[in-house]
């Protein structure tokens, strides 16, 4: 059973536009996430993490986390083609270092 | 900082051959993870070591695959009488920083023909 589970499985947005992506865990020890981003021939690299409750801002780049709902989000305003890439939701629990990741989400930003 | 090296980046072996894969974390970090990527299963927990003692392997087939760290600077995933569904792209991973986040080699694609 996949722990973590990402919504949509692919996103093609307007260069410019904004992209929306969704994660949901089916564990509530699950405490801490990440969103990490995949290029094509790469290994993923993270965008960043969020723990509490709420908006987490860096740059272009906004995490909402409810930990009621297990819900976390990942918005990229003014999305560039560069932002076209596989992007993952990864899950932790406290006192573990062990990550479980979603499927993931491929974007795609149309010029 | 070249970051963590996985060689090679390319394995082909035929069905029952052995398949080590390599792994170069990044120095200083204490934990190194392994994972299986496919398109249908995405990323998949293999295994992961911290210190380099063996802390989960809860997501290793029990039978044909082994991961050993024998020294901080590298690790070695073996996969033995390999199978076509074995045929994934392999990840390391180090982690060392207050947050625990990963840092990913590029991967080795295996293909068992």
């Known amino acids: 059973q996949q722990k973590v589970q990402q919504s949509p499985e692919s996103l093609s947005v307007p260069e410019g536009g904004m992209a929306s992506l969704n994660c949901t865990s089916s564990d509530r020890n699950f405490q801490y996430f990440w969103w990490y981003r995949q290029h094509s021939g790469e290994g993923p690299k993270a965008l960043m993490s969020i723990f509490s409750d709420g908006d987490k801002k860096e740059g272009r780049f906004t995490a909402h986390l409810n930990k009621a709902s297990l819900h976390v989000s990942l918005h990229i305003r003014d999305s560039q083609p560069s932002d076209s890439a596989l992007y993952f939701c990864?899950?932790?629990?406290?006192?573990?270092?062990?990550?479980?990741f979603g499927k993931g989400t491929s974007l795609t930003v149309i010029p | 900082n070249a970051g963590v090296i996985q060689t090679p980046r390319h394995k082909v072996t035929g069905k029952g051959q052995e398949a080590t894969l390599w792994c170069e974390p990044i120095?200083?970090?204490?934990?190194v993870f392994w994972y299986r990527q496919t398109i249908v299963q995405g990323l998949e927990f293999l295994t992961y070591f911290r210190n380099q003692a063996p802390i989960d392997d809860s997501g290793m087939p029990k039978e044909r695959f082994s991961a050993q760290m024998p020294n901080q600077s590298h690790s070695t995933l073996k996969i033995q009488s390999t199978q076509p569904q074995d045929s994934a792209v392999y990840l390391c991973?180090?982690?060392?920083?207050?947050?625990?986040?990963?840092?990913f080699g590029a991967g080795t694609r295996l293909s068992v023909l």
């Open positions: 990864a899950a932790s629990r406290p006192g573990y270092q062990n990550f479980y």
């Open positions: 120095s200083g970090h204490s934990a």
């Open positions: 991973a180090s982690s060392g920083d207050s947050q625990n986040t990963l840092y």
